[in-house]
């Protein structure tokens, strides 16, 4: 892959989104010919046909969204696509892409085969993983399901992570007995942050209230440094869709300093192993102990805290951008042999 190569990347733009973090990492890379394809307007106006359902409406929006995909390509010399989901997409899409010599690399930050959620999944990915050739998942489980179901070995396991610029080690001091949660909602982290006997600090969209818990807005950048850095705690409660796995916050902690209280997995436990360089939990029950744990024992969860942020170092969005350069490398050494 040069770096005088066009490359394309299609998905949202947000300023924290993951798109965004590797748009970043391209840049401190030195790869400057990256044109951005910001979909938020078809992306939305997709999640929303979905909860509709009707034929008729989808024809007109995916003749629209090809017409607009189209012109993108045809504007621009890309040698490489890195399209993010994509589950707006349908199958005429991937023809107009596969006219051009275009690697094409997917991004999935979600379960492909979870249709529960509009925003989630939809059938254009089940229909249309065989068109990528390099398909990166975040899960290892889930990896291994798409290797069963599409008998090919061009899914690769690409980690969440952590930017340099976005999550910094800010030096504050440590609030005493302080737990941070910094999150969206879900009813499976509501019952939990239900049962944690200590008051909880929370921070995200669309909470409801508690009654001894205090709810702020969502947190991003320095704010976001400054409150995991000062907690003596930073939970981090995964969704039923990361169990066993990790997520964006398991990287995210660490990297700016704070003590992770986590759900137990595989995974997270791969990255900072347990009672080394995170602490976790099974249940409800044994979250309040640890939590008794860490207030009391002040010295011990200092050693966690600092090997935490020593072992997150690594594990930053430019490593992540070098592992994808390295499988499209692999993939064009492959495809002309």
Not at 2 to 8: I, R, S, T, Y
Not at 290 to 296: E, G, L, P, S, T
């Amino acid at each position: 892959m040069n770096k005088k190569d066009q490359v394309g990347i299609f998905g949202l733009n947000y300023e924290n989104n993951l798109e965004n973090l590797y748009i970043s990492a391209f840049k401190k890379l030195k790869y400057k010919n990256i044109k951005f394809y910001k979909n938020n307007f078809f992306f939305y106006l997709f999640s929303i046909l979905q909860k509709i359902d009707n034929k008729y409406l989808f024809v007109i929006f995916y003749f629209l969204q090809n017409l607009s995909l189209k012109k993108f390509i045809h504007k621009n010399n890309l040698k490489i696509l890195i399209i993010f989901k994509g589950i707006e997409l349908n199958t005429s899409a991937y023809d107009i892409i596969k006219k051009k010599d275009i690697i094409l690399v997917n991004i999935y930050t979600d379960d492909p085969f979870n249709f529960k959620s509009n925003t989630t999944s939809s059938i254009n990915i089940i229909k249309n993983i065989k068109n990528y050739d390099i398909f990166c998942i975040w899960s290892e489980k889930i990896k291994k399901k798409l290797e069963r179901k599409y008998k090919t070995n061009r899914f690769y396991y690409l980690p969440f992570g952590y930017s340099q610029e976005k999550h910094r080690n800010i030096k504050k001091n440590i609030y005493g007995k302080t737990i941070s949660f910094v999150g969206s909602y879900d009813q499976h982290r509501y019952d939990i942050l239900k049962s944690i006997k200590k008051r909880v600090n929370i921070y995200g969209n669309d909470w409801p209230s508690f009654k001894k818990h205090k709810v702020y807005k969502y947190l991003k950048n320095q704010n976001l440094s400054k409150v995991i850095v000062q907690s003596e705690i930073c939970l981090n409660i995964l969704k039923k869709q990361n169990y066993g796995a990790h997520n964006m916050r398991t990287f995210e902690i660490p990297s700016m300093n704070g003590l992770m209280l986590t759900t137990r997995s595989y995974e997270q436990n791969k990255f900072f192993p347990e009672n080394k360089a995170s602490l976790m939990f099974k249940n409800t029950k044994e979250l309040n102990k640890k939590i008794d744990y860490i207030f009391n024992h002040p010295k011990q969860v200092k050693k966690i805290r600092n090997m935490g942020f020593f072992m997150a170092k690594k594990h930053n969005y430019v490593e992540r951008l070098k592992c994808v350069i390295r499988f499209i490398n692999e993939y064009k050494k492959f495809s002309c042999s």
